[in-house]
């Protein structure tokens, strides 16, 4: 099976800019989680997508949202983008099991965003 | 939100020893999550346990529901192993238990 591919790898922009990252989970997988980290914050968690509806979401402002499609590719945007926004932004994938919790994560490399 | 806290913050070892890494959380949960990230950013997730001990390869991971407290543990470690380690667990009454939330990582280096 290919593994959780994120796209694009690498990308610079500048303030005030707004940026779309996209992840493609691995076939059969419906349930899409998307992660930033930062040296400062480390890890958080920003959103789950499950049959391209948004099943939980974390603390970050609504300039962070993001997608599901019907074959569970998933896409997030960042609006109106700010130094702060400059992290790691992780997606992984996941089976969802019988009582409907993720189960284990596979990640993608990730998307390194620098913002200038 | 579940409080998440692992010690220790860095650890060296040398190849060969037994290293334990621990994770403590302030309530109850579903599963806990351990993952390693290496540099670069990768993460890989090595386990994702509810109850009891899981064992793959030279890592071993348990966790004490009652306790609220989880330990990884590798034996006969490798240079290879040189990486960060995380646990991460979901809030309670997340029924997805998707909304993680991660410790700060052990910076675990092994010298050959």
């Known amino acids: 099976k290919a593994g959780v591919t994120q796209t694009p790898r690498y990308l610079i922009k500048t303030r005030g800019q707004q940026v779309t990252l996209s992840c493609s989970p691995i076939?059969?997988?419906?349930?899409v989680s998307w992660y930033q980290q930062t040296p400062g914050q480390g890890l958080q968690f920003l959103f789950e997508?499950?049959?391209?509806?948004?099943?939980n979401k974390g603390n970050f402002p609504g300039r962070f949202s993001g997608r599901q499609f019907s074959n569970s590719r998933s896409e997030m945007n960042v609006s109106t983008l700010e130094l702060g926004d400059s992290a790691l932004y992780l997606c992984?994938?996941?089976?969802?099991?019988?009582?409907?919790?993720?189960?284990?994560?596979?990640f993608g490399e990730g998307s390194r965003l620098t913002v200038l | 939100k579940n409080e998440v806290e692992q010690s220790p913050q860095n650890l060296t070892a040398q190849e060969g020893e037994f290293i334990t890494i621990n994770c403590s959380y302030s309530?109850?949960?579903?599963?806990l999550h351990w993952l390693q990230q290496h540099p670069g950013g990768g993460i890989v997730s090595l386990f994702m346990?509810?109850?009891g001990k899981k064992k793959h390869g030279r890592l071993i991971a348990t966790i004490n529901i009652q306790e609220k407290h989880s330990s990884l543990h590798i034996t006969a470690s490798h240079p290879r192993d040189s990486a960060v380690y995380i646990c991460?667990?979901?809030?309670?009454?997340?029924?997805?238990?998707?909304?993680?939330?991660f410790g700060e990582g052990t910076q675990l280096t092994v010298n050959p």
């Open positions: 991460a667990v979901p809030p309670p009454l997340d029924a997805s238990g998707s909304r993680l939330t």
């Open positions: 076939s059969g997988h419906r349930s």
């Open positions: 346990l509810s109850s």
């Open positions: 992984a994938s996941s089976e969802v099991l019988a009582g409907g919790s993720t189960g284990e994560l596979f």
């Open positions: 309530v109850g949960i579903s599963a």
């Open positions: 997508y499950f049959s391209e509806t948004q099943r």
